[in-house]
């Protein structure tokens, strides 16, 4: 687009030709589309990108949960990590407050730091784990009933273990899904811009070796 159509472009202007439709449609395209606006756009998103990361962890989850489409699959990632986390400590033997306070000095992300902390304060304040939950803006709501559940049954870990399986499947299902439903979308797009820019540089080709006959 940069270097083949432009010279089509002065070769027929010098014969004193009209270029055909397709590569004209192309060339209205570049002079607006250029590689500085391109680069532009990208360094901006880039600049966006660390600009969010430099956020304390609380808010870029915020952020992401107010993108649509997006943020029902953040809060059931973040639903699934946190009991992915706490069902195998449980397990493993631990208390309630001695799981969330493993999670608050070790865990990877910042996030669960600070929301293990969170729940300690909430907890020590009186409230059961079951309100905080509930409360909680980040999680699913069905985690406070299957907690609630497991509590009664005192089998709090395993329940919070099956949901944790239960969680990674919907998302692993929903992700297929989506996959399945934008990559077809993708080739055709690309097909498409393959199939324009070889029709955009042929034609004049045609159009010269015809004006040549």
């Given amino acids: ?26 060339l209205f395209f570049i ?4 590689l500085p606006l391109f680069l532009s756009v990208l360094i901006c998103g880039i600049m966006i990108v660390l600009w969010i990361r430099r956020k ?5 989850v915020d952020f992401m949960m107010k993108i649509p489409l997006v ?9 699934y990590y946190f009991t992915a986390q706490l069902a195998p400590m449980l397990q493993g033997g631990l208390s309630l407050q001695q799981a969330l306070y493993t999670m608050k000095e070790e865990s990877m992300l910042a996030f669960f730091r600070m929301e293990a902390g969170n729940f300690i304060e909430k907890l020590e304040a009186g409230d059961s784990f079951t309100e905080v939950l509930h409360s909680s803006p980040y999680f699913i709501s069905q985690i406070a009933a299957v907690w609630s559940f497991g509590e009664s049954r005192g089998a709090a870990a395993q329940e919070l273990d099956s949901f944790s399986a239960y969680l990674f499947q919907q998302m692993y ?14 080739f055709c797009l690309i097909g498409a811009i393959v199939i324009v820019l070889f029709v955009s540089m042929m034609m004049p080709v045609f159009s010269i070796i015809d004006s040549f006959a």
């Fill in 71 to 79: 943020h029902k699959y953040v809060r059931q990632l973040i639903s």
């Fill in 56 to 60: 304390p962890a609380a808010e870029q």
């Fill in 173 to 186: 299902d929903h992700t297929n899904k989506a996959i399945r439903l934008v990559q077809p979308l993708v």
């Fill in 31 to 34: 002079d607006w589309f250029r």
């Fill in 1 to 26: 687009m940069e270097g083949i159509l432009p010279q089509f472009q002065q070769f027929f202007e010098a014969m004193d030709h009209e270029l055909p439709a397709v590569t004209k449609s192309m």
